[in-house]
């Protein structure tokens, strides 16, 4: 290339970062509970036009584990379409199933991890069980595009590179009450930052008092 064009083709691609740049907009969202205090381990995320869908291939599987009687991550968070491969970690067999409307599925009694993964085609709140563990409970939340975030300690969580438009905001707790996902404020994707807040109305935590020692001896 002549050396005098050089430096227009650096202006350009300057232009197109910064151009890119103003398309995508960040927001902040501090989830709190309906008594206004931070909630941690929410999962905001966005609805909307122009989100990526997941096409499949080579998309990589995600993980949802069994270790120690207990579903690892409990909350596991996956585009529409993604795929997710349950191994058991466990020298114990489980039956992994859920009856969601997002997705019902069953992985009958196995050990080890099976061949095939399961694909989650929809959006929704999938909930899991074990047929031979009542306790055992996890979740994978369906979200319709890539654009999500899990909040922290102080409640808050980012999300970044929002396609413009106008985009609903959306979050999920385990511990909501209802087991669907609370709408939050619309926001102006193209806009450089927004901020909003979405109060969710969780579970009352019972005050149980601690099992007598001895007592309580696990059957499995
Ligand atoms: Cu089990």
Redesign the pocket.
């Known amino acids: 290339m002549p050396s005098l064009l050089r430096p227009l083709v650096w202006i350009a691609l300057l232009w197109l970062a910064f151009a890119e740049g103003l398309n995508a907009g960040t927001v902040a969202v501090s989830v709190t509970d309906d008594t206004g205090k931070p909630v941690q381990g929410a999962v905001v995320f966005v609805d909307g036009p122009g989100l990526t869908p997941v096409t499949g291939t080579p998309e990589p599987v995600a993980v949802m584990d069994?270790i120690g009687?207990k579903f690892v991550p409990q909350v596991l968070v996956v585009p529409a379409g993604a795929e997710v491969s349950f191994p058991n970690s466990?020298n114990?067999?489980?039956?992994?199933y859920s009856f969601s409307e997002a997705h019902s599925f069953e992985l009958p009694l196995y050990a080890g991890t099976p061949t095939e993964p399961v694909r989650f085609p929809a959006p929704g709140v999938v909930v899991l069980g074990?047929?031979?563990?009542d306790w055992?409970r996890g979740y994978i939340v369906v979200v319709p595009g890539r654009l999500f975030a899990v909040t922290g300690a102080d409640g808050m969580a980012r999300i970044a590179g929002l396609p413009g438009g106008r985009l609903r905001l959306m979050a999920w707790h385990p511990d909501l009450a209802l087991q669907r996902a609370v709408a939050g404020d619309e926001v102006d994707g193209a806009a450089p930052s927004s901020a909003t807040r979405i109060a969710l109305a969780l579970k009352r935590k019972l005050q149980l008092r601690r099992a007598p020692a001895g007592r309580g001896a696990d059957p499995?």
């Open positions: 069994q009687k466990d114990i067999r489980h039956h992994v074990c047929n031979i563990h055992m499995y």
